[in-house]
Structures are given as structure tokens and as C-alpha cells.
């Protein structure tokens, strides 16, 4: 089974023409907010459409993804030269306007279509003013075989130490299993995870929590085991950090999402069965400012290993100076799969009024190729 957890790898291509000119716009645009480099925000406020186009060698993709308050949901695409697209959508709702007042349910589901495999599913949780909850869904994943499950859940909060604890009884094609998650977390630490009797997670993380400060470091280190069950699965380590985080990525909201697996579905980050595209992982340039570090390591039935390490650096928001300046930053990139590759990036990201704007390069150091992101946001 795939869990969104785990990040896809994106990377996107503009012309040298198209550069220059969105460059261009960057320059001239005068902004009104710090341009700071911005997560996709999945704070359940948040109000945004947020685009993302790539195209690099001969894959293309694109996200549209749109938040609300009360819904959050998109559609993505993924086409390369001699193989199939591979397109998905989904989406997900929230009815409760003071979850502490009225309780709060969340429902919603994905449907993942690649050549002749259509997978799809559906879940929904509601807690009540107390603090219980119950989760359940359905998962259709074709050739893998069905998953059902049901995850009842307590709440709550004791002094500054928040919690959530829930057993997990699943149905899925290695017969039935058990399990439970759970999140301890306060302002500035977070520990959670869990397991279904498939696979289990660990989520680790620190913030300083320091506000408007200049530095606002934060860490955070997920691992992921598919293997332990009666079906075989990949090994998935994910770190990452920030030394001026924002209220994105890595934010509390996002972490329990990260935390509870499918199971335990959050509005604020929907983790689900299938992999869903469109609620993609934030670039390592979008997770916070100053300076962003992120590892990404795979390790496949088989012994196979993938490693991902990026670290980008802000030089203009470590001082005052040209607030059109601040979102500019550099960085690289190195790569091992079935090859291995060194990549400078670069680009900017910055906020102007209602329009968040990134452009970000790669360049294959080997290969002598450039790549490159276009994200486009249009805040309500």
C-alpha cells in the first residue's frame, strides 16, 4: 500500500526564455509582505489556489490544488514520453465551524487513474465536543486487493501537553490486523506514530517556536516501515529542517497528518492509502527561510536504495536590506538512484499582496541539464 507520507520527486523545466521573463516580473513587482520562501499552507484557515507546473527531460507534471475552511481538494497530472498519464483527483470536506463547540467531521476521498489501473477510496471521521472521535474508510486498490478500516480515537489536552490515542483494526488484502496510533506534542515538541499491523511509523520533531523572531529554527525526522506484515514494502526515512520555519509544512496540523498515518485522517494534512499528487509534498525552498535542509533516503524489498539530500540557503534574510531580495536563494542537490547526480538550485520565492510566486532552477552538474519549478498562488 502507499502511504502520501512519503514525498514524491518532482522537478520541473522552463526555457531559458520564460526565465528571463518571469525574472523579470520578479524584479519589477514591488512587494507588500516579506518575501519569505512559503509552504503550502495546510493550516485549515488557509484560503488559496495554489498551481505548480514542472517539465523536466521528458516528464511533465502539474497540481492545482484549492484550500478553504471548510474544503480542501485538487487534480493533478503526470505524463511522460512512452509511458502512460497518469492523472488524479480528490478532495476533502470540513463541517464544523468550532470543533470544540460542535465537533468537527471530516470526509472525503481519492480516485488515482494510470493506464488500464483505476484505484480509488473514501474515508470519513467525526469527533465530538468531548474529544472522542471514530474514523472509517474504504480503499479499492485493484490488483493489491480492498482495505477497510475503523479507528475509534481520544483527544485532548492536560496543561500544555496535547494527545490523541486510538486503536486500528484494518481489513486488507494480507487478512486482518491490528493496531493503534498516537501524538504526544506541545508547543515546542512533538512525538507520534504507530502501526496497523502492515506497517509503522515514528515522527519525531522540535520547534523553538519563536514567533516573529528572526530564527525560528525547527526539526523534524519521520520513519516509515513498510515491511513488517505479511506484505513486503519499502523503508522510508524523511528529515527535514528549517532555521526560520513558517506556518506550513512543518507545522503542527501538518506533522499529525504525517504522524497518523491513513488511518487517522487530518483536514489540515489528508494522508491517505493512495498516493494522491495533488497534496503534494512541500519543496525542500518552501518548508521555511534562512535555511532549509532536507534527507529523503528509500530502501526497496530487494535491497535497492534511492537517497535524496537538498539544502538550500537565503543569504538576504540573515540581514536587512531590499525586501525584493529576501525570497532569492541558492543551494544543491545531490542524487543517487540508479544513477547519481549533483545539482545546483537557485530561484526565488516571495509573497506580493495576494500572489505568492516561485521559480526555482536545478542544474545536472553531469548531465549539463537545467530543470526548474513554476508555482503560482493566489491567496483569498
Known amino acids: ?149 475503523v479507528n475509534p480515537t481520544v483527544t485532548g489536552k492536560s496543561g500544555t501537553l496535547n494527545y490523541h490515542l486510538g486503536p486500528v483494526a484494518q481489513n486488507g488484502p494480507g487478512g486482518l490486523s491490528v493496531g493503534a496510533y498516537a501524538a504526544l506534542y506541545t508547543g515546542h515538541l512533538f512525538l507520534g506514530g504507530g502501526n496497523d499491523g502492515e506497517h509503522w511509523r515514528l515522527l519525531a520533531a522540535w520547534s523553538a517556536n519563536n514567533g516573529e523572531r528572526a530564527v525560528d529554527p525547527s526539526l523534524e525526522v519521520l520513519f516509515v516501515d513498510h515491511g513488517i506484515g505479511r506484505l513486503d514494502g519499502e523503508r522510508f526515512l524523511f528529515v527535514n529542517g528549517s532555521l526560520k520555519r513558517n506556518a506550513g509544512f512543518l507545522s503542527t496540523g501538518s506533522r499529525l497528518g504525517r504522524a497518523l498515518g491513513p488511518q487517522g485522517m487530518q483536514f489540515a494534512n489528508p494522508v491517505s492509502f493512495l498516493s494522491q499528487p495533488w497534496s503534494r509534498t512541500a519543496d525542500v525552498w518552501e518548508t521555511g527561510g534562512v535555511m532549509n535542509l532536507r534527507l529523503a533516503r528509500r530502501e526497496f524489498p530487494g535491497g535497492r536504495t534511492s537517497l535524496l539530500a537538498q539544502g538550500v540557503v537565503f543569504p538576504f534574510q540573515a540581514q536587512a536590506g531590499d525586501v525584493r531580495l529576501r525570497g532569492i536563494f541558492a543551494g544543491v542537490q545531490y542524487q543517487r538512484d540508479a544513477l547519481r547526480a549533483t545539482s545546483l538550485l537557485f530561484g526565488h520565492a516571495g509573497r506580493y499582496g495576494r500572489l505568492s510566486l516561485s521559480i526555482a532552477g536545478s542544474y545536472d552538474t553531469e548531465r549539463r541539464q537545467i530543470s526548474g519549478v513554476l508555482g503560482v498562488r493566489i491567496h483569498f
Not at 531559458?16 to 484557515?45: K, N, Q, T, Y
Not at 470544540?100 to 480516485?111: I, K, S
Not at 467525526?126 to 490488483?143: C, K, Q
Open 1 to 149: 500500500m502507499c502511504h502520501t507520507a512519503e514525498p514524491a520527486a518532482h522537478a520541473v523545466c522552463l526555457s531559458a526564455g520564460c526565465l528571463r521573463v518571469l525574472l523579470a516580473i520578479v524584479g519589477l513587482a514591488s512587494p507588500i509582505a516579506a518575501a519569505d520562501a512559503e509552504a503550502v499552507a495546510h493550516a485549515p484557515a488557509a484560503r488559496f489556489a495554489d498551481l505548480r507546473l514542472g517539465l523536466a527531460h521528458e516528464l511533465i507534471d502539474g497540481n492545482l490544488i484549492l484550500r478553504q475552511p471548510f474544503l480542501v481538494g485538487g487534480v493533478s497530472f503526470d505524463a511522460a514520453e512512452r509511458e502512460p498519464d497518469v492523472s488524479a483527483f480528490g478532495a476533502f470536506a470540513r463541517a464544523g465551524w468550532d470543533p470544540p463547540a460542535q465537533g468537527e467531521l471530516v470526509f472525503g476521498g481519492n480516485y488515482v487513474e494510470a493506464a488500464d489501473s483505476r484505484q480509488w477510496e473514501v474515508q470519513a471521521r467525526y469527533v465530538a465536543p468531548g474529544g472522542l472521535g471514530m474514523g472509517a474508510g474504504y480503499a479499492d486498490l485493484e490488483a493489491s486487493g480492498d482495505t477497510w478500516f
